[in-house]
Nanobody, 126 residues
């Protein structure tokens, strides 16, 4: 059972950068993909980016350019990071880390991921 814990959310001013972190533990087999999603006030959860087991990233077309996803393999844990540059008011949302280990084709879809963290909140103000 994969456990995911996010951190790094904060209240920040627009134009600044932020790095979110997610640590995965308790898995076996290891996740074949990990990703970041977000859900803004009154909006549906949307995909931002994901990485496969090799660390190769895939980004949602709507967010390309300001977001960078990366992965670090620890001994018994996995870390996935999301760096957001030039934060905009519209980036205000709860950001969720997700993972899956069913070895299906990678897809930026909520349905693709079976494990979710509790989220970390990002609030952007002008």
């Amino acid at each position: 059972h994969v456990q995911l814990v996010e951190s790094g959310g904060d209240s920040v001013q627009s134009g600044t950068s932020l790095r979110l972190s997610c640590v995965a533990s308790g898995y076996g087999p290891s996740p074949d993909c990990m990703g970041w999603f977000r859900q803004g006030p009154g909006k549906e959860r949307e995909a931002i980016a994901a990485v496969d087991r090799d660390g190769d990233p895939t980004y949602a077309a709507a967010v390309k350019g300001r977001f960078t996803i990366s992965k670090d393999n620890g001994k018994e844990t996995l870390y996935v990071y999301l760096t957001i540059r030039s934060l905009e008011l519209e980036d205000t949302a709860m950001y969720y880390c997700a993972a899956d280990n069913r070895n299906r084709p990678l897809a930026l879809s909520v349905l693709r991921f079976g494990y979710w963290g509790q989220g970390t909140k990002v609030t952007v103000s002008s």
